[in-house]
Nanobody, 121 residues
Framework: QVQLVESGGGLVQAGGSLRLSCAASGRTFSRYAMGWFRQAPGKEREFVAAISWSGGRTYYADSVKGRFTISRDNAKNTVSLQMNSLKPEDTAVYYC??????????????WGQGTQVTVSS
């Protein structure tokens, strides 16, 4: 198991930007794809973006494609999500997790506390 700590959320106006970070414990971080997920009030958790273990391949949900960018730093055991052109419908708690593969959309570890993103109209 890897412990995950998300940070960087906040309140932003529509059209604004935020950068989320996820810090992972353990020495296996660099061997796995990593993903970002989000859960809006009253909705199921959904996939947002993923990145391969090397960082060479990325994968996005259609709803965020062209606006969000996922990246990772294996030396620091961190994965980031740059969110631009934010919309009110992006409001949610955002989580990171390890994935089996870049396109698997699964979650291998227990969920962390997440970080709240609120986009006002």
């Amino acid at each position: 198991q890897v412990q995950l700590v998300e940070s960087g959320g906040g309140l932003v106006q529509a059209g604004g930007s935020l950068r989320l970070s996820c810090a992972a414990s353990g020495r296996t971080f660099s061997r796995y794809a990593m993903g970002w997920f989000r859960q809006a009030p009253g909705k199921e958790r959904e996939f947002v973006a993923a990145i391969s273990w090397s960082g060479g391949r990325t994968y996005y949900a259609d709803s965020v494609k062209g606006r969000f960018t996922i990246s990772r730093d294996n030396a620091k055991n961190t994965v980031s999500l740059q969110m631009n052109s934010l919309k009110p419908e992006d409001t949610a708690v955002y989580y990171c997790n390890r994935q089996t593969h870049t396109i698997s959309r699964d979650a291998l570890d227990a969920w962390g506390q997440g970080t709240q993103v609120t986009v006002s109209s």
